[in-house]
C-alpha cells in the first residue's frame, strides 16, 4: 500500500523480551487492508485468518494496538494450534469434552500476563497449585462467548451456548474465577471456526468501529469500513477528497482524522444527515481540544446538496468516496439505476481527469455492472473488493477517472 512492511522475527526464542501473539477480528474481505495496516505501524509480521489477522508485539509496544485503524476487537490468543484441524462435526458430548481438554492443557501465564498489563488489572491471576481451591480475594470475574461457522450443508451438534457453557465451567474449575454475563472483568472469547478453534482474550471492551460516531443514524458506516476504503483511494498529500453522499459523514471524519494533510467535503441531500455530521465533527474536535489547548480542528466541511447536481467546479476534487445507498435500509432498488448512472456522470464532472480516482460501496452489485459499462468513458474500474457488511455481501469499486483524450476517443468510437 504505502510501502514495503519492514518485517522481524518476533518469537521468545530469538529475543529475551517478552512477546504476546495478538489477534484482530476484521471485516470479511478487509483482511489484507488490516494486515498491511499493522505491518507499517507496528512494523511486524502480520498472517491472515478468516475475518481475523494474527501477529506478535513485544511487551512495550502491547499498547500501540489500539493504533489499529482496520481493526474491530483486539484479543490475545491463548492456543498456540489455531490452524489445527479438528474433528468438531461428531456427537455433542465428545465434542464440548475436548472443548474442555482444549482448555485445560494451555498455557495461560502468557496471554494473561498481556490482559494484566493491557488493562493495568490488579486482579490474582495466579492458577491454584495442586488443585486446591483459589482462596485469594481480589480474583477477576469473567465469561466466555463463543461465535460459530461451519460449512454449507454440515451442522455442528452442539450449540455457541454450550460451547461457551463448557469451556467457562472448565475455566472455573481450574482458576476458580467466579462467572457473570454482566459487569465482568475478563472476557474470554471462542470462535469456532468450520474445523478450526481459536480461544482469545479479549483486550477491547468494545468495537473499536464506533470511535468517531456519537450520532448514528440508520446505515451509519463502520469506522473500520471507512479507514479501508480510504487506503484504497491512496490519499496523496494535498488532495481534495469528497463524500456527495456522506450520511453521518464516518468516512470524511476517518479521513480528516488520518490524513490531516488532505482538505474534506462532505454533503448529503437530506437536512438530518448534514446535522448529524455536524454532530459528530463537533463531538470529535471538542475530544481533541479536551485533550490539547492547541485549537485542533479537522479539515473539513458540510454541505447539503444533491449528488446529481454538485455546487462545485468541474476538474475540482482528487477522489470521491462514498457508501452510496442499495435498497436495504435506504433508498430503493427501482430508483438505484437513475442515481447512480446520475451520480457517477456529475461526480466525474466534478473530478480531475487522469488522476481523479473513486472509492465507491454498495451491495447492488448489478446495478454498478450496468452503470459502469454506461459510463466506462468517464470512468474504468481498476479493482473490485468484496466484503461482508450487516449480513450482506458488498462491493468495493476502485474507479480511475479517464484522462481527456481517452474519453473524446471513446465518445468518438460510440
Known amino acids: 500500500m504505502e510501502g514495503e512492511p519492514m518485517e522481524t522475527d518476533r518469537t521468545e526464542e530469538n529475543d529475551s523480551e517478552q512477546y504476546f501473539e495478538i489477534g484482530a477480528t476484521v471485516i470479511s474481505g478487509l483482511e489484507m487492508f488490516a494486515r498491511d495496516e499493522c505491518q507499517e505501524k507496528l512494523k511486524c509480521k502480520a498472517e491472515i485468518g478468516r475475518g481475523r489477522i494474527y501477529f506478535n508485539i513485544a511487551k512495550d509496544q502491547l499498547h500501540s494496538i489500539v493504533t489499529l485503524q482496520a481493526v474491530n476487537n483486539l484479543f490475545v490468543l491463548v492456543n498456540k494450534d489455531k490452524n489445527k484441524e479438528l474433528d468438531l462435526y461428531g456427537k455433542k458430548d465428545s465434542t464440548l469434552e475436548y472443548l474442555k481438554e482444549l482448555v485445560t492443557h494451555q498455557d495461560w501465564s502468557v496471554p494473561l500476563a498481556a490482559w494484566k498489563e493491557f488493562t493495568k488489572s490488579s486482579h490474582h491471576l495466579e492458577r491454584p497449585q495442586d488443585g486446591t481451591k483459589n482462596q485469594c480475594d481480589n480474583l477477576p470475574i469473567f465469561r466466555v462467548t463463543c461465535t460459530r461457522s461451519s460449512k454449507e450443508g454440515r451442522k455442528h ?234 449480513g450482506l455481501t458488498a462491493g468495493m469499486y476502485s474507479l480511475t477517472r479517464v484522462g481527456r483524450a481517452a474519453q473524446v476517443a471513446a465518445q468518438t468510437q460510440s
Open 157 to 390: 451438534e452442539f450449540s455457541s451456548q454450550e460451547a461457551a457453557s463448557a469451556t467457562g465451567g472448565r475455566i472455573n474449575d481450574i482458576f476458580g474465577w467466579p462467572v457473570k454475563m454482566k459487569d465482568f472483568d475478563m472476557e474470554i472469547s471462542v470462535d469456532i471456526n468450520d474445523t478450526k478453534v481459536v480461544l482469545g482474550i479479549n483486550l477491547t471492551s468494545e468495537s473499536l468501529h464506533r470511535r468517531n460516531i456519537t450520532h448514528f443514524g440508520p446505515t451509519t458506516l463502520q469506522s473500520t469500513i471507512a479507514y479501508c476504503m480510504l487506503r484504497m483511494s491512496c490519499p496523496q498529500v494535498g488532495d481534495i477528497i469528497c463524500d456527495p453522499m456522506c450520511g453521518g459523514s464516518s468516512i470524511p471524519i476517518e479521513g480528516a482524522r488520518t490524513w490531516a494533510s488532505c482538505y474534506f467535503l462532505s454533503g448529503d441531500n437530506v437536512e438530518i444527515a448534514t446535522e448529524k455530521s455536524e454532530g459528530n465533527i463537533t463531538a470529535i474536535e471538542e475530544k481533541r481540544n479536551s485533550i490539547t489547548s492547541k485549537g485542533l480542528f479537522l479539515h473539513l466541511d458540510v454541505f447539503q446538496w444533491d449528488v446529481t447536481n454538485l455546487p462545485l467546479r468541474s476538474n475540482s476534487v482528487d477522489v470521491f468516496i462514498t457508501d452510496l445507498p442499495f435498497g436495504k435500509r435506504m433508498g430503493s432498488k427501482l430508483n438505484n439505476w437513475e442515481l447512480y448512472r446520475r451520480g457517477l456522470t456529475e461526480m466525474a464532472r466534478v473530478c480531475k481527469p487522469g488522476t481523479g480516482r473513486a472509492v465507491l460501496l454498495t451491495q447492488d452489485k448489478k446495478c454498478m455492472a450496468r452503470v459502469l459499462k454506461m459510463t466506462n468513458h468517464l470512468w474504468r474500474k481498476k479493482y473490485l473488493q468484496f466484503i461482508r457488511m450487516g
